[in-house]
């Protein structure tokens, strides 16, 4: 039964995923259960689907982290395509700024979304949550200078 579940969950995901990037229209901030209930649409850069899958996953930790992982994957290819189109308008000294500001950023996130030595379940769902949210919000950022 809890494979069915899971499976059926993916499913879900997956076909909202298709459905939001067919429409490329980016979603909400918050936390790893409700998104779309907080904050402006598109703040973050957050997709639809990815509500869409946190409350197809009923609440069960495995779903959620799958939720986690599938927009994750998202975001972060969306931060190195711009990162990378940004670094290749910019001159030798903008380059260089970037990539410090860049590596900054990181020490950030990997500080602000840290799990505690001895987290339990509930904090690794709120810290994978934070690396999506922070990913998504740099790429966002980064968009916004490309302009």
């Known amino acids: ?6 499976i059926s969950t993916l499913l879900l995901c997956l076909l909202a995923c298709a459905r939001d990037e067919a429409h490329a229209a980016p979603a909400s901030q918050g936390d790893a259960t409700s998104h779309a209930k907080q904050g402006k649409p598109g703040a973050t850069g957050l997709r639809h689907s990815y509500d869409t899958c946190l409350d197809a996953s009923g609440g069960a930790d495995a779903a959620m982290q799958d939720c986690i992982a599938i927009e994750y994957g998202y975001q972060d290819v969306r931060l190195n395509k711009v990162y990378k189109a940004l670094m290749a308008r910019l001159p030798k000294d903008d380059q ?21 030595p001895d987290g339990g379940q509930g904090q690794r769902l709120e810290s994978n949550d934070c690396l999506v949210e922070e990913t998504a919000k740099r790429a966002t950022a980064l968009e916004g200078r490309q302009r």
Request: charged share 30%; hydrophobic share 45%.
């Open 96 to 116: 260089t700024r970037l990539r410090a500001e860049e590596r900054q950023w990181i020490a950030y996130r990997d500080a602000h979304c840290g799990l505690a």
């Open 1 to 6: 039964m809890k494979t069915v579940l899971l």
